[in-house]
């Protein structure tokens, strides 16, 4: 899973956030989206696309599925 944000289409709404913390933050200044994990873990996956879809302005854009952890030797 690859995750995109275009700050400049943010409108502020905090979705993101408020969605997947672990994911997105936002700017404590102009209050657009903040990327903390482009390739987010699999454990974050559908937080991380629930707040795509959350997402008012369409800023947030995912890509591929989420990558698995490696299964133990």
Do not use: W
Not at 7 to 36: I, N, S, Y
């Amino acid at each position: 899973m690859e995750i995109s944000v275009d700050r400049k289409r943010c409108c502020g709404a905090g979705m993101c956030a408020l969605t997947a913390p672990e994911v997105f933050d936002q700017d404590r200044k102009v209050g657009r989206v903040l990327l903390l994990d482009p390739a987010p873990p699999p454990h974050l996956a559908e937080a991380a696309g629930q707040a795509a879809e959350l997402c008012p302005a369409g800023a947030i854009t995912v890509s591929g599925a989420p990558v698995s952890p490696s299964a133990p030797e």
